[in-house]
């Protein structure tokens, strides 16, 4: 895959970026935050080579996909529709949704505000989740976290951008990067560390282990991040509110192959979040991976790339 050649589809009243490769199902491959399709550049050959259809593309507000500046458009409804709209662009009537960190919103949610759209839906590190409760996601947060968390922190329009974009190398110096603290010694650790403030993100790099990126690798988010910024991206943080709100009186229950792959050392998540899931996708396949942080198809991609293929072949060849 050339990651520096992207293609352009106009969807959703937006120029989305995509790249592409390969034939069979196609299986769209969504980033987290701060991401880039390259994310998933160890699995996409992964795939290609099982027989499916690579679609990778730089989600709104992302790399050269347009970052409308109004943030309620950043919606997961809405991200859903880019989707829809990608795949109308191209031709294809189904596919499989499969995210990573903040890409398994619109991948989960794909099976609820579009599912004739939906064969499969998965995610990596980031557990499927209803807003059944009275609370969005930013007051849950609040009560779990604390009121100091990166999630509150992002709200405020300017305030990320400062504490990411203020040296975009060192940030991702800082990021990208392998299992650190483990689970139980995030769980001993301050309060103050358990808040997952938004500093973490540029702390001591020892935090998050060792460079998961080679020099090579990290131009390339550096180069993309002073050219874009973060707003983009910190926009779906500010859409929390309408994701809960678009979400309401939803049927929660996706009764299609599902697949959730998950680091047991990723604290971003507790662990109790990933328990119970198949009350809500009965045909779940989950698994779990030991010693491995969230950027965890990067950090040991050939075991997410052989759970994924597995999953991919039992259920759409």
């Excluded at 409760?133 to 951008?161: A, W």
Aim: aromatic content about 12%.
């Amino acid at each position: 895959m050339d990651w520096t050649a992207p293609k352009t589809a106009q969807t959703n009243g937006i120029t989305m970026e995509y790249f592409e490769e390969g034939e069979g199902t196609p299986v769209l491959l969504l980033h987290g935050f701060p991401e880039h399709p390259f994310s998933w550049r160890k699995q996409v050959p992964a795939v290609v080579e099982a027989g499916f259809r690579a679609i990778v593309p730089s989600q709104r507000g992302y790399g050269g996909t347009d970052a409308p500046a109004d943030a309620q458009t950043y919606s997961v409804k809405n991200l859903v529709a880019d989707l829809t709209g990608l795949l109308d662009a191209l031709e294809i009537e189904e596919a499989v949704f499969l995210g990573h960190d903040w890409g398994s919103m619109p991948a989960w949610y794909s099976a609820i505000f579009a599912p004739e759209r939906t064969l499969g839906i998965g995610s990596v590190c980031t557990p499927y989740f209803t807003w059944e409760s009275p609370k969005d996601m930013i007051e849950t947060y609040d009560e779990l976290r604390g009121p100091n968390h990166y999630m509150r922190t992002f709200q405020e329009p300017g305030v990320g951008e400062k504490i990411l974009g203020e040296d975009v190398e060192h940030t991702f110096r800082s990021l990208m990067r392998g299992r650190g603290m483990t689970r139980a010694e995030f769980e001993a650790a301050p309060k103050a560390i358990q808040e997952v403030p938004a500093g973490v993100f540029v702390a001591d790099p020892q935090l998050f282990g060792e460079p998961l990126v080679d020099e090579d690798e990290l131009r390339f988010y550096v180069d993309i991040y002073e050219r874009t910024g973060f707003t983009g991206g910190l926009n779906w943080y500010r859409a929390l509110r309408k994701d809960f709100e678009e979400a309401q009186g939803s049927n929660y229950v996706v009764d299609k192959p599902a697949l959730l792959i998950w680091a047991d050392d990723d604290w971003f998540f507790p662990a109790a979040a990933y328990d119970g899931l198949d009350a809500y996708l009965p045909q779940l396949a989950q698994h779990e991976i030991a010693d491995a942080g969230h950027w965890v198809q990067q950090e040991k991609p050939d075991e997410v790339n052989g759970l994924l293929v597995a999953w991919l072949q039992s259920n759409f060849d």
